[in-house]
């Protein structure tokens, strides 16, 4: 079965830091552009941060550039989102994506979401006090 599956989220201060890991089942990273968006209640999905599939470039939304991390584990075929200083607008429903090979996207990624064609099921982050 091919599956994205995050983990990692929870409630947390703010002011704090959470690690989300997303794991791929059934298919390989390898190659692959992924990205990271969440979704508040009542607003539109927003992509945070991606990385290309072979030269690795990374693009982060100016809301979390200096806040957010994205990384990638081939070896674990697993990405992560590393968020530190986090603050109560972070408090969302935080998604995993991945985009199959292609010429363009070896280099490139993308924060708009129509670019992945494979989804995970979400993580709920809260940031309260």
């Known amino acids: 079965q091919l599956q994205l599956v995050e983990s990692g989220g929870g409630l947390v201060q703010p002011g704090g830091s959470l690690r989300l890991s997303c794991a791929a089942s059934g298919f390989s990273l390898e190659g692959q552009a992924i990205g990271w968006f969440r979704q508040a209640p009542g607003k539109e999905r927003e992509g945070l941060a991606c990385?290309?599939?072979?030269?690795?470039?990374?693009t982060y939304a100016d809301a979390v550039k200096s806040r957010f991390t994205i990384s990638r584990d081939n070896a674990k075929n697993t990405m992560y989102l590393q968020m530190n200083s986090l603050e109560p607008e972070d408090t969302a429903i935080y998604y995993c994506t991945s985009r199959s090979p292609s010429t363009f996207s070896r280099r490139h990624c993308s924060l708009g979401g129509d670019f992945y064609d494979f989804w995970g099921q979400g993580a709920q982050v809260t940031v309260s006090p």
């Open positions: 990385i290309s599939g072979t030269d690795y470039m990374t």
